[in-house]
């Protein structure tokens, strides 16, 4: 069976070199939804509680919302971080607060002080499903990943491994010792 928890996100980009309106700096409210499949946990009569994915999700997720995504051969990213840098708000500002992890991965690399993700690709809603399941895939059992941006739609399956042990009595993962982050329990 599967949980499956969705996300908004609001961001603007373009895609650069491309014949077309989206050459041009937009922006657009897209949903992310993720499926998480396994058994269900007898303890809890879950798969996987969904509040747990929005936490593990949400912290890298948070890094694509209301920011700025370029690709990283656009010459709008030099030209932006040339007036972030004279704003003074290149490296961060008080007001900037509801900001993710920072990651670097293959696909895409978060800026969080300035609200920038630089991608590899132009950041199509496919774009947005090969970087998120590259950032998740190790932290959550992802079966299915549906990104849909204004009349743009995509989705994804990925078979799952499952048999992630969790917690018969709060439902997360457990770590490696077998025990429960949340609430201390220990796998026998
Ligand atoms: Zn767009
Ligand atoms: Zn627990």
Not at 14 to 37: D, M, N, P, S, W
Not at 80 to 91: F, S
């Amino acid at each position: 069976m599967r949980s499956i928890t969705a996300f908004d996100l609001q961001y603007a980009h373009r895609f650069y070199g491309f014949k077309g309106e989206a050459q041009y700096l937009h922006g657009h409210t897209g949903v992310l939804t993720i499926e998480v499949e396994d058994t269900v946990n007898e303890g809890v009569n879950m798969v996987f509680p969904c509040n747990e994915i929005q936490k593990t999700a949400w912290a890298v997720l948070k890094n694509f919302d209301h920011a700025l995504i370029l690709r990283e051969d656009d010459p709008l990213l030099p030209a932006v971080l040339d007036v972030y840098e004279k704003q003074g708000i290149r490296n961060g500002h008080p007001q900037n607060q509801m900001k993710g992890e920072a990651f670097k991965t293959e696909l895409a690399t978060a800026y969080p002080d300035c609200r920038l993700v630089v991608t590899k690709e132009t950041m199509t809603v496919e774009g947005m499903i090969k970087i998120v399941y590259d950032l998740l895939k190790d932290k959550l059992n992802i079966a299915k990943l549906t990104f849909t941006s204004g009349v743009n739609a995509a989705s994804a399956e990925y078979e799952t491994s499952g048999g992630i042990d969790r917690c018969p009595l709060c439902g997360i993962a457990l770590d490696e010792q077998g025990v429960c982050p949340k609430c201390g329990y220990k796998k026998k």
